[in-house]
């Protein structure tokens, strides 16, 4: 499985941006996979944002971004989405998705994930 991240960029303060994570290759499991965003800001480890598990109501998010960001997934299109409302500063990071096979989610530790993506920049500036 092959995950491709997109939908970053630079926004101001309180503005929005919505992440997709497609998912290619052997998907046909797809929709059994939890999926989850992480992501590293310069200088810092990588950290837990989002997950969703194999279920819709399944999902877990980082304190910093609780009641702000909301993971979704759809399935007949084997992506995930980040929508990020209300972004600040220190939201600023590469994002990160994930998708781990083993385990029905919401997960929030990195190394449970076994495909991960190439990452998209976002930049938010005050």
């Known amino acids: 499985v092959q995950l491709q991240a997109s939908g970053g960029g630079n926004v101001q303060a309180g503005g929005s941006l919505r992440l997709s994570c497609a998912a290619s290759?052997?998907?046909?499991?797809?929709?059994?996979?939890?999926v989850g965003w992480f992501r590293q800001a310069p200088g810092k480890e990588r950290e837990f944002v989002a997950s969703?598990?194999?279920?819709?109501?399944?999902?877990s998010y980082a304190n910093p971004v609780k009641g702000r960001f909301t993971i979704s997934r759809d399935n007949t299109k084997n992506t995930v989405y980040l929508q990020m409302d209300d972004l600040k500063p220190e939201d600023t990071a590469v994002y990160y998705c994930?998708?781990?096979?083993?385990?029905?989610?919401?997960?929030?530790?990195?190394?449970?994930?076994?495909?991960w993506g190439q990452g998209t920049q976002v930049t938010v500036s005050s």
């Open positions: 290759g052997n998907t046909f499991m797809f929709n059994r996979y939890a």
């Open positions: 969703a598990g194999w279920t819709a109501s399944a999902t």
């Open positions: 994930a998708a781990d096979k083993d385990h029905p989610g919401p997960n929030v530790a990195a190394p449970l994930y076994d495909y």
